[in-house]
């Protein structure tokens, strides 16, 4: 059984914010720090064990994600688990092998693969990293795409202060507000804030980070590097750098607001030292989901990590092994936010519509396994028992009638069939299952209601 000792690694994690101490490359940040009594030296900043202990007891340990559609409002902490698309890969992997740059038609199309899923339950951000429309403001047209065609709860833009900027102004105004004022809003954006490994925030993430909390947005820290490469080779040193980095991010947003909701993120990946590649859908990597889900529940806070991680390049017996095993470990553990949780290939940088739609059955099936067998005088049916007796049959009591399209997990990709019936349907390959419910969601996909001036003033403002 997976054990780590927490306590330990929060000891080491306060030694390197003392002693080693943490870049951050913001100036805006720096001065936070220093101004409220921090030692600094040029970007560096260094925390002690107090002012961790004090951003620890403000931060909560429960918040609420407030979606546009109430009743798919996510409690985050609250074992509830919230679930992403995958997250900024440049090119989307098609059944032929054929790898090509994403586009923002395919961000469209994944926001409503999100919109029809009945698992995935947060609209991601930067779901693919389209190439055909300008970096300066793409991001205004990734979060249009998400509020206009999705209902649940959002993520952000945290690209830069400007990108943060626009997301709050945006969600402003899809939550009824006038944008450039002073009116609070509900948490209702997550933000995935990624640090440099090692112990190093960029100018970007720090700043987005600033706005988010201002507006009492939450955000994901995530400390997370490469094993023997931008973090240490050793799993619990790695594990020490990821704690830091993190705690110094947590202790940023309580000083600039208290109370502002932070999600302990990271996770760990390798280097192959033979090769020179990253990968990430190894045993070292399940190791590190479950260490930081323990370091989580350590600080009484939600932790986000793992997902449907793999390194192949396909949808082969690769792919599903490895996401199996990291979505198994990854819920299991007891993560509350899940990104890339559905249609991630090849280590981050592709996705893929069929494997978006395999993942999404892989993960109803995890889910059903955590299930608890009920067990009560309904449950055990003495009267249908007693019916059949020693000698008799299930299949047509009225009992099983009753219960027979909803006992069991439908499945529309992994094949139930004996062989002569799988011949006689042309022997379909998943990739001709997914194939067709992908195009059977994409034809019954509705768009969610939004006011008409509310769409107006969204599309002014990415205009503007």
């Not at 944008?179 to 993430?205: C, G, H, W, Y």
């Not at 990430?280 to 930081?292: D, H, V």
């Not at 009560?376 to 047509?396: F, K, S, W």
Request: hydrophobic residues 40%; proline residues 5%.
């Amino acid at each position: 059984m997976f054990s780590i000792d927490t306590a330990k690694i929060h000891e080491a994690a306060l030694t390197i914010l003392e002693d080693v101490g943490v870049v951050f490359h913001s100036q805006a940040a720096v001065d936070i720090f220093r101004h409220q009594g921090f030692r600094t030296d040029g970007n560096y900043v260094f925390i002690g064990a107090d002012e961790v202990q004090k951003a620890l007891d403000s931060a909560p340990s429960e918040f609420v994600l407030h979606a546009r559609n109430p009743e798919k409002s996510i409690a985050i902490g609250s074992g509830q688990v919230a679930l992403t698309p995958g997250y900024g890969a440049p090119h989307i992997m098609t059944p032929s092998g054929e790898k090509r740059n994403a586009s923002l038609e395919d961000y469209r199309q994944f926001c409503k693969l999100t919109h029809t899923s009945e698992v995935v339950n947060v609209s991601g951000f930067l779901i693919v990293d389209p190439e055909d429309i300008p970096r300066d403001t793409y991001h205004r047209d990734m979060l249009y795409s998400t509020m206009t065609l999705c209902d649940q709860p959002l993520m952000g833009s945290p690209l830069s202060m400007s990108a943060m900027l626009d997301a709050v102004e945006m969600a402003r105004i899809l939550f009824g507000h006038a944008p450039d004022k002073d009116q609070p809003i509900q948490t209702v954006m997550i933000s995935n804030i990624n640090s440099l490994a090692p112990l190093r925030f960029s100018e970007e993430m720090a700043d987005a980070m600033l706005v988010s909390a201002r507006n009492h947005q939450a955000v994901i820290i995530a400390g997370a590097g490469i094993m023997g490469a931008t973090s240490p080779i050793m799993p619990a040193s790695h594990i020490a750098v990821q704690t830091a980095c993190f705690l110094a991010g947590l202790v940023l947003t309580q000083l600039v607001k208290p109370g502002s909701p932070v999600v302990y993120g990271g996770g760990g990946s390798q280097l192959d030292m033979q090769s020179g590649s990253y990968y990430n859908g190894s045993p070292e990597t399940l190791a590190a989901i479950q260490a930081t889900c323990a370091m989580a529940d350590f600080y009484n806070l939600p932790c986000r990590s793992g997902g449907g991680l793999n390194d192949a390049h396909s949808l082969d017996f690769q792919a599903g092994a490895q996401s199996a095993m990291a979505l198994l470990y990854t819920l299991q553990a007891g993560t509350d936010f899940v990104l890339h949780a559905c249609g991630i290939l090849a280590g981050y940088m592709s996705m893929s519509y069929d494997k978006f739609i395999a993942d999404e059955e892989l993960i109803m099936g995890i889910q059903k396994t955590a299930e608890s067998i009920a067990v009560n005088d309904e449950t055990i049916d003495m009267r249908m028992i007693q019916d059949v007796g020693a000698c008799g049959e299930y299949l047509t009591h009225g009992r099983t009638l009753e219960l027979c399209r909803s006992a069991f997990i439908p499945t529309r990709v992994m094949n139930r069939l004996a062989f002569d019936p799988w011949q006689a349907q042309g022997a379909p390959d998943i990739y001709t299952r997914t194939a067709k419910v992908l195009e059977e969601r994409m034809a019954a996909y509705e768009k969610p209601d939004l006011d008409p001036s509310i769409k107006k003033d969204l599309r002014s403002y990415c205009s503007g």
